[in-house]
């Protein structure tokens, strides 16, 4: 079993940059590959994007490739989105979870998520 805790979430204006954090619990993290999404009001969970268990490769939506780094400290079970240039667009609940792809459904395990909100 995971346990996730999403960090780092506020609001900011348009063009600012933000750090959220995930913790996570559980000795499966250091092998696991970890995902982002996202959802705003009214809309479906979205895929922003993922990192595999050692960092070795990371994968983007396009609605965020260029602005979003998806970084991972196994040593501290801590996985990062940073995201520059952000936009009133990005405004979402932002979750980390563990799993594969870019589908909701390829991952088990779920953070509660954290608000981020971007002024324009």
């Known amino acids: 079993q995971v346990q996730l805790v999403e960090s780092g979430g506020g609001l900011v204006q348009a063009g600012d940059s933000l750090r959220l954090s995930c913790a996570a619990s559980?000795?499966?993290?250091?092998?696991?590959?970890m995902g982002w999404f996202r959802q705003a009001p009214g809309k479906e969970r979205e895929f922003v994007g993922f990192?595999?268990?050692?960092?070795?490769?990371?994968y983007y939506a396009d609605s965020v490739k260029g602005r979003f780094i998806i970084s991972r400290v196994n040593a501290k079970n801590t996985v990062y989105l940073q995201m520059s240039s952000l936009k009133p667009e990005d405004t979402a609940v932002y979750y980390c979870a563990v799993g594969a792809g870019t589908r909701p459904a390829g991952y088990a395990y779920w953070g509660l998520g954290t608000q981020v909100t971007v002024s324009s």
């Open positions: 990192i595999t268990w050692n960092g070795g490769r990371t």
């Open positions: 559980g000795r499966t993290f250091s092998s696991s590959t």
